[in-house]
């Protein structure tokens, strides 16, 4: 089993940064780590993805530029650097651990991933 837990999450102005993290334990094998958010009243969409082989990067169109994942592989942490935030990037945030290899799954498709942090909220003001 995985147990993802996200942290760094809060409340900020528009223009402002935030990264937020997200710690892995229990047995944290993995083909691939993303970020997705949810806003209210709205589908859980994806944000980022790192393949946790040779650490090539993807983002959704929307933070393209603005958003940096990473992650450090000795202490297990799966990191979301967010920049000239926007009030539209208000959401509760998730970080989520895929172990499926070989697979017609997109990485940005949810049914991607199979574990699941309980969240982060990052609020952003106008």
């Known amino acids: 089993q995985v147990q993802l837990v996200e942290s760094g999450g809060g409340l900020v102005q528009a223009g402002d940064s935030l990264r937020v993290s997200c710690a892995a334990s229990?047995?944290?094998?993995?083909?691939?780590m993303g970020w997705f958010r949810q806003a209210p009243g709205k589908e859980r969409e994806f944000v980022a993805a790192?393949?946790?082989?040779?650490?090539?990067?993807y983002y959704a169109d929307s933070v393209k530029e603005r958003f940096t994942i990473s992650r450090d592989i000795l202490k297990n942490l799966l990191y979301l650097q967010m920049n000239s935030l926007k009030p539209e990037d208000t959401a509760v945030y998730y970080c989520?651990?895929?172990?499926?290899?070989?697979?017609?799954?997109?990485?940005?498709?949810?049914?991607?991933?199979?574990?699941w942090g309980q969240g982060t909220q990052v609020t952003v003001s106008s």
């Open positions: 229990g047995r944290t094998v993995c083909d691939a």
């Open positions: 989520a651990l895929s172990r499926q290899k070989w697979t017609p799954v997109p990485l940005t498709s949810r049914g991607r991933y199979d574990f």
């Open positions: 790192i393949n946790c082989i040779g650490g090539m990067t």
